[in-house]
């Protein structure tokens, strides 16, 4: 497989390793991304994987909460722009959207656009806003939550959103739990819910880059068995040093409260959408020249 800049940009974004060694490993891996990745890291060349998300799309993420607190839902709807994404228009729609989908209890993104927004179904209203704006509108998915206990909901800047549910403390520990996992984005509640295959990935890695300090076999594995539990410490939730308060870990926060989190989730505007790049001195003179 041919390896492309893109490719080598898209690996130096990741791991921040060098052009040369970012090319050199992908030309090694046959192409490959995530062997590339790793073998940079086995290398020590790369201290991380960053995960670039490619993040381009617009658009906003629309909350709507129960009266009783109890329920909550989240929806992205995407637009091209930024300016639309400030649109009022663009905005009421969002959140009629979100105020359906909790109302409604769709199943499916599908299943909500069926629904009515003043006497028009989600999907005819979608298609006039396309026209009054002159955008492609899209409702792309959303998540929803309930709890017995204390449902925290928090967006930031209408492009991230968030939901947790906890056991025991208040509104205000939800509230600021919910802000932290904006912030700071965990992918797992604690250790334990860390899949065996990525610890396993994860100490490989950690274990090739501390053989090539040449230290002892006993000092190597308690390097590794210390990089890990910080590792883990960094992608969990309970694990990871409270936003508001850098001494204090969520784990301990939480025993303060005789508090539990049951579950997150956390979406962000155009994660995982890869928009076209744009070189606006060729747009501009594409337009120029009418080519």
């Known amino acids: 497989m041919a390896v492309t800049a893109a490719m080598v940009k898209e690996l130096r974004e990741r791991t921040g390793a060098g052009m040369m060694e970012c090319k050199k490993s992908l030309v090694e891996t046959g192409g490959d991304m995530e062997s590339a990745v790793e073998h940079l890291r086995k290398s020590g060349l790369a201290q991380a ?5 490619r993040v381009a799309a617009e658009g906003k993420i629309a909350l709507a909460v129960s009266e009783d607190g109890k329920r909550a839902v989240m929806v ?13 228009n663009f905005n009421a729609f969002a959140n009629a959207v979100a105020a359906n989908a909790l109302s409604e209890n769709s199943a499916d993104v599908d299943a909500l656009m069926n629904t009515s927004i003043d006497g028009d179904s989600v999907e005819d209203a979608r298609q006039a806003l396309v026209s009054k704006i002159g955008e492609n509108i899209q409702v792309r998915r959303f998540v ?20 947790v549910d906890l056991t025991g403390g208040d509104e205000s520990l ?16 604690s250790d334990q819910d860390v899949p065996a295959d990525i610890i ?7 274990i090739a880059q501390a053989e090539g300090s ?3 076999p006993e000092i190597v ?36 409260n005789s508090a539990r989190v049951n579950g997150f989730n956390r979406i962000a505007v155009g994660e995982g959408i890869e928009k076209k790049e744009e070189n606006f001195a060729d747009e501009v003179m594409q337009q120029v020249t009418g080519g």
């Open 144 to 163: 929803r939550s309930s709890t017995d206990g204390t449902l925290g909901a928090y967006v930031h800047g209408g492009k991230i959103g968030v939901l």
């Open 221 to 256: 594995e308690k390097m590794v068995t210390g990089r890990l539990r910080k590792h883990l410490a960094g992608i969990t939730l309970l694990g990871q040093p409270f936003v508001k308060d850098g001494d204090v870990t969520v784990a301990r926060l939480l025993d303060q």
């Open 49 to 53: 994987d960053k995960k670039a998300s």
């Open 200 to 206: 396993s990935r994860e100490k490989d890695i950690l």
């Open 76 to 88: 992205e709807v995407n637009c091209e722009t930024d300016f639309v994404a400030k649109d009022n």
């Open 174 to 189: 939800a509230h600021d739990l919910a802000l932290h996992v904006a912030a700071l984005n965990p992918e797992f509640i």
């Open 214 to 216: 040449g230290k002892p």
